[in-house]
């Protein structure tokens, strides 16, 4: 009798138990996929940078331009001020409190602006003693896009002036396999270094410079396919290559690919994406909405979801000013680069709209890209930037983590 009774309350404790348990499991909200988010990082405010002490003298930074700035039209918000200060990026302690806002706030990884033209690096300071000297690098993946655009002299520009190219944005192929080299030698192996399936993630800023670089665009897809195999030779699984797409050019000299699709596609990219809205907006006003340039962007994402073979990973741009940039004594009008049209209205609240949807839109696609990138971290003199300033603090960084922050499991790795 005692055996049956026993046998009888572990049947019923059984049954309540599944049903309690499936109770329990209705009443939990299922995790969402986890989104990756990465920020543009341009890293031009360090001194001593060997090309910016032969052109602008010793000392010289990009923070100049930005102290610099002044309103050019009324109701124009210039000169931004850092609220952590006029600091050097190039410093481990001044990365760690980059690294540490950013992880803390929902950022998974910096996208480097990297260059290096036919003579040598440019920039390297911030990532090679910034990044990969601070204590707290676990916390943050680190990536390339390597910037092959010309670089020209225009910091500031004076209107009528010559855009000097200071460094030409095509390479030899020579070139291109020391930076095969030096990537997979002093980068791509890096524990913190963002892969993709496995595989380093290194992006290209210029296709039309890059296929100038090699003559046609067979030698191209055979150089990116060598970079590959150098890469599996040294026991990686390979490499994610990622194109940047442009609709219409912003910077002197840049030239939009007649057929963007069809050549990412014949160069093998395994991913594309885009650097900012405006690259594929126009600005018709002075003051141009920040939710009509949203809008116009997210019908581009439409497009770029149809016409790309390989997945689009969306841009999520916080504004753009870029008259720190301009010299101030000029009269401010949209006559090309750097005298633009800028985009206003880009509050905390509106910029937190933008990633809300662009989130959800993701989310919505089953199996698709869960990848998005954020312009920019620090374009202080593009009036692009998540670092907290004197008006706003750390708004921009909280939007980010409003959103995205829940569905991150940050690791607790090495704080400073």
């Known amino acids: 009798m005692i055996p049956r009774l026993i046998r009888f309350a572990l049947l019923v404790c059984l049954l309540f138990g599944a049903r309690f348990a499936d109770v329990r499991a209705a009443e ?58 006029y600091t050097d990026e190039s410093d481990p302690k001044a990365m760690e409190q980059k690294i540490a806002a950013a992880a803390d706030h929902g950022i998974d990884a910096f996208i480097f602006d990297w260059y290096y033209y036919d003579d ?11 990044f990969l000297g601070a204590r707290n690098n676990a ?26 190219v200071l460094y030409p944005g095509m390479v030899t192929p020579a070139t291109f396999e020391k930076i095969g080299t030096l990537l997979l030698r002093d980068y791509f192996s890096h524990p913190s270094y963002w892969r993709i399936d496995g595989r380093p993630y290194f992006s290209f800023y210029d296709l039309t410079k890059l296929v100038a670089s090699f003559g046609s665009t067979a030698a ?26 442009w609709g219409q050019p912003i910077l002197p000299g840049e030239k939009v690919p007649t057929d963007v699709a069809k050549l990412v596609r014949d160069l093998g990219f395994d991913s594309v994406t885009s650097y900012v809205w405006i690259h594929h907006v126009g600005l018709p006003k002075q003051e141009t909405d920040y939710d009509f340039v949203r809008d116009a962007y997210f019908k581009y994402w439409d497009r770029a979801d149809t016409i790309f073979a390989a997945p689009y990973y969306p841009n999520v741009t916080m504004g753009w000013d870029s008259s720190p940039r301009c010299d101030q004594r000029d009269v401010f009008d949209h006559s090309g680069y750097p005298f633009m049209n800028t985009i206003s209205g880009n509050t905390p609240e509106r910029f937190r709209t933008a990633l809300q949807r662009t989130k959800d839109r993701l989310l919505a696609q089953p199996g698709g890209p869960r990848i998005l ?20 603090g750390m708004k921009y960084l909280e939007a980010v983590r409003e959103v995205f922050g829940d569905s991150h499991a940050k690791s607790p790795a090495a704080k400073p």
């Open 28 to 85: 939990i909200p299922r995790r969402e996929p986890s989104l990756t988010v990465a920020c543009y990082y341009f890293g031009n405010y360090h001194p001593g940078d060997p090309r910016n002490e032969r052109n602008k003298g010793p000392g010289w930074a990009e923070w100049e331009l930005v102290k610099a700035a002044k309103p050019r039209f009324p109701g124009h918000a210039q000169p931004k001020v850092p609220l952590w200060g």
């Open 120 to 130: 040598g690096p440019f920039l390297d300071r911030p990532i090679d003693r910034g």
């Open 139 to 164: 916390r943050l993946k680190f990536s390339f896009m390597w910037a092959n655009h010309d670089w020209i002299e225009l910091h500031p520009y004076k209107k009528g002036a010559p855009k000097t």
């Open 220 to 245: 191209t897809r055979a150089a990116l396919e060598a970079f590959r195999a150098k890469a599996r030779a040294a026991g990686l699984p390979g490499l994610h290559l990622n194109a940047v797409a």
């Open 373 to 392: 990138n954020i312009n920019c971290w620090n374009e202080w003199t593009e009036g692009s930037y998540l670092e907290p300033d004197t008006v706003h």
